[in-house]
């Protein structure tokens, strides 16, 4: 009977020690959270200056000079008028059909990438906005760990809480990497095609726009069969999305940089 009323009361205590743990690991985690969130970066500023640089472009200097390579970097900044409707539209199919429609992050691709990382037992890049692909460029690493990608959903809020689509969509086409040491859309054009970003054909902006998902691997202009499956799915769809329009609200600096080559 003591035996009984002894392991009772052993019970008895292990539960209020259990409750205790998981309060302290309730409020670190909202803790962590808070802390994430008071230290963002402030993407105001983006509304009326382009960015020196990404975390993104720093990574891929640090990278080359590791190997004992010159860190190249091209990079021409435009202004969204100066930048072909046609790769508008293939990068809205290829990346966020749902731009228009969503402030930052896009919870039914969210839900979709976690079931297969479920599936697959990772974390895959699927699911990510124009806007988080922006935050990730600007301010993080391609890490896929769950707090990186935490902080990639916040900022990605902030950023659509500061600037406009027009805008979103203008930064973007700027900073992503196009190939090794190329950024953005104007770099990318003369890289590839020769020509300037404006002057791209409805081809030539579905090749760059499928390439955007692996940038250091697929060459727009040597295409592979993978790379030209996806411009034709790219160009069967391009009619079905429309960017933000040239007369939108903040049109940023991009058009006073690009006499300064950055």
Known sequence: ???????????????????????????????????????????????????????????????????????????????????????????????????WRHEGIDVDEIRKSLERDLEQGRFSRGGSTIT?????????????????????????????????????????????????????????AREHFGKSAVSLTADEAALLAGAIVNPRVHDPSKPTPRLLGRQRLILSRMGVVSPPSDAAANPGPAAASEASGR
């Open 1 to 99: 009977m003591r035996a009984r009323r002894t392991s009772r009361s052993s019970r008895g205590r292990r539960l209020p020690r259990i409750g205790q743990v998981a309060l302290a690991l309730l409020c670190a985690g909202f803790g962590y959270i808070a802390y994430v969130y008071l230290t963002l970066p402030d993407v105001s500023s983006l509304r009326t200056a382009n960015p020196a640089t990404t975390a993104f472009i720093e990574l891929r200097v640090r990278e080359a000079r590791a190997k004992g390579h010159p860190a190249r970097r091209e990079q021409r900044w435009v202004a969204y008028s100066r930048i072909s409707p046609t790769l508008k539209r293939a990068v809205l199919v290829a990346e966020d059909a749902a731009f």
């Open 132 to 188: 988080q692909q922006l935050a990730k460029n600007l301010y993080l690493t391609p890490s896929k760990n769950p707090l990186r990608k935490l902080k990639e959903l916040l900022i990605a809020r902030r950023l659509e809480a500061q600037l406009s689509k027009r805008r979103i969509l203008e930064l973007y086409l700027n900073v992503i990497e196009w190939g090794d040491g190329v950024y953005g859309a104007e770099a990318a």
